[in-house]
Each structure stands twice: as C-alpha cells, then as structure tokens.
C-alpha cells in the first residue's frame, strides 16, 4: 500500500520560512518524480515544484524562494519555503506518479498526501 503523509506546514509572518516534509511508503521512490501542489481556498489546484532523477521544475512564482529536494535514503521529499508572501498561503499537497519531471498537471500524478494547510500573514 502506497502512502504519503505530509508534515511541517502552520502559521508563519511574511518574510518568513517553513519546510513541508512528505515522507513516502510502498514506492520506487527511486523511480517516481515528486511534486508539491498547492490549492488557495476558492481556486484550482496549482503546481508548485518537482523533482526527479533528472532535474527539478518550479512555478515562476516560487524560484529563487523555495527549493525542493529528496532523500532517496530515506523516502521523502522536502520543500523549503523561503521569504513567503500573502499568495502562499494555500494547502500544499505532495505528489507522485512514474512521470516526466516537467508534467505540471495534477491528473497524472497517482498518489497524493493527505495535504497540509500553510498560512502566511502580512
């Protein structure tokens, strides 16, 4: 059985930093593109960052303040936020699915934390 459970989130004042934590079971981790998503209250779900063997992506919004990494070792995959504004503020979703680093889609993404809220106040 695959899982992905999600921690760190919270309140944080902008200019501030946090790091999620999205630590995988039942996978080829080794094998998988990771990927945060996020979705504010009352719009789509948006992809934030991916990391893969080959590379990582992000949304232009988020280079250069957040950076996303795994640790094949021990199955997960961070995302450290940095200088966090007011439009960061969403649930942060991981995901992961056997696909290109580049795919900013959610569909194809297979399995999927249970989600953490993250709040930045200005």
């Known amino acids: 059985q695959v899982q992905l459970v999600q921690s760190g989130g919270g309140l944080v004042q902008a200019g501030g930093s946090l790091t999620l934590s999205c630590t995988t079971s039942?996978?080829?981790?080794?094998?998988?593109?990771l990927a945060w998503f996020r979705q504010a209250e009352g719009k789509e779900r948006e992809f934030v960052a991916a990391?893969?063997?080959?590379?990582?992506t992000y949304q232009d919004s988020v280079k250069g303040r957040f950076t996303i990494s795994r640790d094949n070792a021990e199955k997960k995959v961070l995302l450290q936020m940095t200088s966090l504004k007011s439009e960061d503020t969403a649930v942060y979703y991981c995901?992961?699915?056997?696909?290109?680093?580049?795919?900013?889609?959610?569909?194809?993404?297979?399995?999927w934390g249970q989600g953490t809220q993250v709040t930045v106040s200005s």
């Open positions: 990391v893969s063997w080959s590379g990582t």
């Open positions: 995901a992961a699915g056997r696909l290109d680093v580049r795919e900013r889609t959610s569909g194809p993404y297979r399995y």
């Open positions: 039942g996978l080829s981790f080794s094998g998988y593109t």
